[in-house]
């Protein structure tokens, strides 16, 4: 199996005009095991914007803090609609199908923003703790880029709002979401971060955030089901690992008890998925034979 001819397909996500600037070409990869071994190659150490891989991060803060409780506020079914789709939401009267698309994702923020006492500070410190690197920060300009034309984003939080499924102010809300899709990670700190969720036989707890054995499991069984959109099928299919993507080329994906890995590379498909991060993923389940199946 060769990745390389598909190296030039996909664009960037222009439809966030910061993200538009960043290089198509840069490819990073880094796994690590749980027995304590990493492996990086090409642009692994260079910082990108996680974009929606931050609503794992998010699912994880808003699972210490509510535990069962949450699901009365976000659905766990995987939606086969696009991330940013209103479709299901109008339908469904304002219960998002899951935390992984933007609708679920944005009750993530007002969960955090009513939750926790500095929730801008607050997620920073718990992602910091769960990669180890105490100096990652937000890009207000991916941030304040995408704030200026996220027209469909604003839509969802409004239906939410009009459904009462959020408590905090619109803007608010809308705010906190697009600074946490703007956090900036490598390869490197994301496998590092993703490493917790593989050892769900290791204690949980990064900054004040806690979470029991059985709640990482289920997290997981999110990523599995939900992490890839209208492509989680698909990602299931072809690399047969729980992850997560986002649009700025990103994908982070877990092999419970045996590994973390992520992969950047901005050019995406239709779907907002990375074409080479997919495929890179495909090629590492391939050759080794050994997904969770
Ligand atoms: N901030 C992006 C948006 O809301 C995140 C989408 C994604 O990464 N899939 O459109």
């Not at 492996?39 to 998010?58: E, G, L, N, T």
């Not at 499924?165 to 971060?193: G, K, P, Q």
């Not at 499991?217 to 959109?229: P, S």
């Not at 080479?276 to 050759?287: C, H, P, S």
Request: hydrophobic letters at 40%; charged letters at 20%; one cysteine or more.
């Amino acid at each position: 199996m060769k990745i390389e001819p598909f190296s030039g397909v996909g664009e960037q996500a222009k439809y966030i005009p910061a993200l538009a600037k960043v290089n198509p070409d840069r490819f990073g990869m880094c796994l690590c095991s749980v027995d304590g071994n990493s492996y990086a190659i090409k642009d692994a150490d260079v910082r990108f914007s996680i974009q929606s891989i931050s609503k794992v991060f998010a699912l994880a803060m808003c699972l210490s803090v509510k535990g069962e409780a949450l699901w009365s506020r976000v659905g766990k079914e995987p939606s086969g609609t696009a991330f940013n789709s209103l479709v299901q939401l109008e339908a469904e009267h304002g219960m998002p199908r899951n935390p992984f698309m933007n609708a679920g994702a944005l009750v993530l923020a007002d969960i955090i923003l009513t939750s926790f006492a500095d929730p801008e500070n607050d997620f920073l410190s718990f992602v910091r703790a769960l990669c180890g690197s105490g100096d990652l920060e937000y890009d207000i300009e991916v941030a304040r880029s995408e704030r200026e034309t996220g027209y469909l984003n604003a839509a969802i939080a409004n239906l939410l709002k009009y459904h009462g499924t959020i408590e905090c102010d619109v803007e608010r809300v809308l705010h906190f979401y697009f600074l946490i899709c703007s956090l900036e990670m490598s390869c490197r700190e994301l496998a590092a971060a993703f490493l917790a969720f593989a050892n769900h036989n290791i204690k949980f707890e990064y900054s004040g955030i806690t979470l029991t054995s059985s709640q990482v499991k289920r997290m997981n069984a999110l990523m599995q089901t939900c992490g890839f959109y209208d492509e989680a099928g698909e990602f299931s299919y072809l690399v047969g690992l729980p992850g997560k993507s986002g649009v700025g080329g990103g994908i982070a994906a877990i092999y419970p008890l045996r590994y973390s890995v992520a992969v950047w590379s901005p050019r995406l498909n239709g779907k907002g998925n990375s074409v080479m991060g997919m495929k890179a993923l495909e090629f590492l389940t391939t050759e080794t034979e050994e997904s969770i199946f």
